[in-house]
């Protein structure tokens, strides 16, 4: 969660990806998307947050059935829906997994799964950490 400090600037205490180096949530970036209001950034970030594990249900059952081209375009829409939440190594690893579907490379694609279920993970801590 985005915290306003008694200065008015914000802080995002949270981890870096650990493969990719990339930050979980880029706070300022969130704070320039939603024209510097923490609230709306938290909230969307819930948001995607509360949505995330049905959609990795999806990417799990298409990568069973081996339906790459599906992968690609659920994975391509949800990356498009989260580029509002500033979140970094998510976005990294849901590109990586869309090149991955358009190749067709199972192993890449399960690696890749993996990775954003970890990284979803860290999101739901940091938001369940964040709150009294």
Not at 48 to 56: F, L
């Amino acid at each position: 969660m985005i915290a306003e400090m008694k200065d008015g600037s914000a802080q995002f205490p949270g981890p870096i990806d650990e493969i990719t180096g990339l930050p979980i949530r880029d706070t300022q970036r969130a704070l320039r998307i939603t024209g510097g209001d923490a609230t709306l950034a938290n909230a969307m970030l819930e948001q995607m947050v509360r949505d995330i594990p049905a959609q990795i249900e999806a990417f799990l059952l298409l990568q069973q059935e081996k339906n790459w081209a599906e992968l690609k375009r659920h994975v391509h829409r949800l990356r498009g829906s989260i580029t509002y939440c500033a979140v970094p190594a998510l976005e990294h690893n849901l590109s990586a997994l869309e090149s991955a579907a358009a190749s067709g490379k199972p192993d890449d694609i399960g690696r890749h799964i993996q990775a954003v279920e970890s990284i979803a993970q860290h999101l739901v801590a940091s938001i369940h950490n964040d709150r009294p």
